[in-house]
Structure formats: C-alpha cells, structure tokens
Nanobody, 123 residues
Framework: VQLQASGGGLVQTEGSLRLSCAAPGRISSYNMGWFRQAPGREREFVAAISWNSASTSYTDSVKGRSTISRDNAKNTVYLQMDSLKPEDTAVYYC??????????????????WGQGTLVTVSS
C-alpha cells in the first residue's frame, strides 16, 4: 500500500490547512498516523487514529490545534490543522501502523510511507 499525501502549501501564521492521505487499498483495519519532518530534524509524530476512529492521539505541540479523522469508505485519512505556526513548517507524511491494538507515536511502528506534502507557514 503506497499512500498519497496532499493538501500542503504556503499559509500565513494562524492560517489553516487540511491534509489528506489517500490509500490505493483498504485501510479500514489499520491504525493510521501522521508524521512530519523539518529540514535537519528527525521525523516526528504528529497524530494517530485507530482503525474505527474510537481513539486519537496527538503530540503536545499540535494538541488543540489539529484534528485527525478518517473515512474508511474512501480509504482516506485527514489532518485538519488550525492556528498554524512557523514551527509547523515541515514535510508531512502519513503511514499505516503495523498490526497493534494501541496507537503508537514511534515511526518504526509504521509502514507504507508515501511521499509527503510540504507545509510552509510564513511569519
């Protein structure tokens, strides 16, 4: 399964973006995650959602400003980002969590990374 992230772009501080992650196959049985990587930095966890949308998890820096959701009928996961800050600038990736009951924030727990989408927040 190769994921396709989209929806990034250039936005001003306090602006909003909605990222989408489309999968060519069925992802309804899998937890899904969003990660980001800024230049010169390691890939970091942003948010995750369980297969049935019952559970979500966010990194502290985006909590209250972002919402992860999914539409299993469309094999798509979303990340709504509001009140964006310059420090949110990064390439954003989505990925499928390997079989597990609990949401993970560790990149090694995920697979099927697609190409990312660039989010640039200007000050």
């Amino acid at each position: 399964v190769q994921l396709q992230a989209s929806g990034g772009g250039l936005v001003q501080t306090e602006g909003s973006l909605r990222l989408s992650c489309a999968a060519p196959g069925r992802i309804s049985s899998y937890n899904m995650g969003w990660f980001r990587q800024a230049p010169g930095r390691e890939r970091e966890f942003v948010a995750a959602i369980s297969w049935n949308s019952a559970s979500t998890s966010y990194t502290d820096s985006v909590k209250g400003r972002s919402t992860i959701s999914r539409d299993n009928a469309k094999n798509t996961v979303y990340l709504q980002m509001d009140s964006l800050k310059p420090e949110d600038t990064a390439v954003y990736y989505c990925a499928v969590q390997r079989r597990a009951m609990v949401l993970s924030s560790t990149p090694a727990a995920y697979r099927s990374w697609g190409q990312g989408t660039l989010v640039t927040v200007s000050s």
